[in-house]
Nanobody
Framework: EVQLVESGGGLVQAGGSLRLSCAAS????????IGWFRQAPGKEREGLAD????????YYADSVKGRFTISRDNAKKTVYLQMNSLKPEDTAVYYC????????WGQGTQVTVST
């Protein structure tokens, strides 16, 4: 069974940092790109960052470029999202997604950034 489990969300003041984790199981983790997305209330899901399976090539949306860093540890089957300089507009539920299947999503973790 494919599982993606996000953790690390919480409440943080503007300017603060959080590190999200996405622990994967049930598929060949090393073979697939993984992405982080978020969805704020009343808004569409937004793609934030992607990382390739083995050579670590990354992609960032303009909204997070320079503030967020995606990384992966294939031995631990985990992808991370380091989020710095957080802003209130970063408040959302954050999800990870394995690109091998359109339904391979985690349950999400809430990030709330206060002013």
């Amino acid at each position: 069974e494919v599982q993606l489990v996000e953790s690390g969300g919480g409440l943080v003041q503007a300017g603060g940092s959080l590190r999200l984790s996405c622990a994967a199981s049930g598929f060949t983790f090393d073979d697939w790109a993984i992405g982080w997305f978020r969805q704020a209330p009343g808004k569409e899901r937004e793609g934030l960052a992607d990382i390739s399976p083995s050579d670590g090539i990354t992609y960032y949306a303009d909204s997070v470029k320079g503030r967020f860093t995606i990384s992966r540890d294939n031995a631990k089957k985990t992808v991370y999202l380091q989020m710095n300089s957080l802003k209130p507009e970063d408040t959302a539920v954050y999800y990870c997604h394995a690109h091998f299947h359109p339904n391979a999503w985690g349950q999400g973790t809430q990030v709330t950034v206060s002013t």
